[in-house]
T-cell receptor
Framework: DVKVTQSSRYLVKRTGEKVFLECVQD?????MFWYRQDPGLGLRLIYF???????EKGDIPEGYSVSREKKERFSLILESASTNQTSMYLC????????????FGPGTRLTVL | SQQGEEDPQALSIQEGENATMNCSYK?????LQWYRQNSGRGLVHLIL?????REKHSGRLRVTLDTSKKSSSLLITASRAADTASYFC???????????FGGGTRLMVKP
């Protein structure tokens, strides 16, 4: 079975802190994705990566950056956390592109105070 | 903006009844997928239907796709309390690289 893990289930940070969210997949997938999920807004894509060191902006990249130094690991970075970044963050991976099933991690619920 | 929009936003039924959820989208697609999300958890893939397919089955799930109406429906037959979850449709949209998710339908199945 594909397994996607995220470093934390719950995280509380203060405004202005630098925040790292880590995601690891064990199925040698090419593509990895970061979404945020907010009530009434569904899932919105922040960034995705189709290969090591490659990244593409999604719908809402502002305030975020990403890093993919190894194929299995995709990190989401909040350079200076703000309260409007309080959300559920979901990582996913897929073997190829959008034609494929995406496998999701359990999510990280981030609260920025 | 969301490519897919689910309808209804919330649905409450009794165990044993069928549940139907609909998804409408705006632009042409290559495929449409349905996912389930239990409360506070990640999404789980249910079924993928390609644009040249009209209907697909998986266990108690039946998905239809009408590309002329840009709509899809997910039918869960003989529902169980364990089916209680949010259900999302996702389309690959105009860019082809990304999936765009709708806002979801919250299904509650009462025992």
């Amino acid at each position: 079975d594909v397994k996607v893990t995220q470093s934390s289930r719950y995280l509380v940070k203060r405004t202005g802190e630098k925040v790292f969210l880590e995601c690891v997949q064990d199925m040698d997938h090419e593509n990895m994705f970061w979404y945020r999920q907010d009530p009434g807004l569904g899932l919105r894509l922040i960034y995705f990566s189709y290969d090591v060191k490659m990244k593409e902006k999604g719908d809402i990249p502002e305030g975020y950056s990403v890093s993919r130094e190894k194929k299995e690991r995709f990190s989401l970075i909040l350079e200076s956390a703000s309260t409007n970044q309080t959300s559920m963050y979901l990582c996913a991976s897929s073997l190829r592109g959008s034609m494929d099933t995406q496998y999701f991690g359990p999510g990280t619920r981030l609260t920025v105070l | 903006s969301q490519q897919g929009e689910e309808d209804p936003q919330a649905l409450s039924i009794q165990e044993g009844e069928n549940a139907t959820m609909n998804c409408s989208y705006k632009t042409s697609i290559n495929n449409l997928q349905w996912y389930r999300q239990n409360s506070g958890r990640g999404l789980v893939h249910l079924i993928l239907i390609r644009s040249n397919e009209r209907e697909k089955h998986s266990g108690r799930l039946r998905v239809t796709l009408d590309t002329s109406k840009k709509s899809s429906s997910l039918l869960i037959t003989a529902s169980r309390a364990a089916d209680t979850a949010s259900y999302f449709c996702a389309t690959d949209g105009p860019g082809g690289n990304m999936l765009t998710f709708g806002g979801g339908t919250r299904l509650m199945v009462k025992p």
